[in-house]
């Protein structure tokens, strides 16, 4: 038997890959790779395969580039690698 959450973030990124690249699957990607208070306290743009993230906040600049690897290698899963090959803050 498989763990709920094991099997909804597999089913959850199966969707999201199947979707065309655009800026609102990106950004729910990013929502669920980061959590709401994250997603609402920074903007997101894809550059290529690059994901710029801009906060309101340095301090939240602080926070991402400290949770870099784990964050990138979530939304790898949930958009593909191919989608999304680095992650830097402005």
């Known amino acids: 038997m498989r763990p709920i959450q094991t099997f909804s973030g597999g089913v959850l990124a199966d969707i999201l890959r199947r979707q065309p690249p655009s800026a609102g699957r990106t950004a729910l990607a990013w929502q669920l790779a980061v959590g709401p208070v994250l997603a609402r306290a920074t903007s997101i743009e894809m550059d290529g395969t690059t ?21 990138l290698q979530k939304l790898q899963h ?11 803050t402005r």
Do not use: M
């Not at 993230?53 to 400290?66: F, S, T």
């Not at 949930?78 to 830097?88: E, F, N, P, R, V």
């Open 51 to 71: 994901l710029v993230v801009r906060a309101h906040d340095p301090r939240w600049l602080k926070e991402i580039e400290r949770a870099r690897p784990a964050i």
């Open 78 to 88: 949930l958009l593909g690698a191919s989608h999304i090959s680095s992650l830097t």
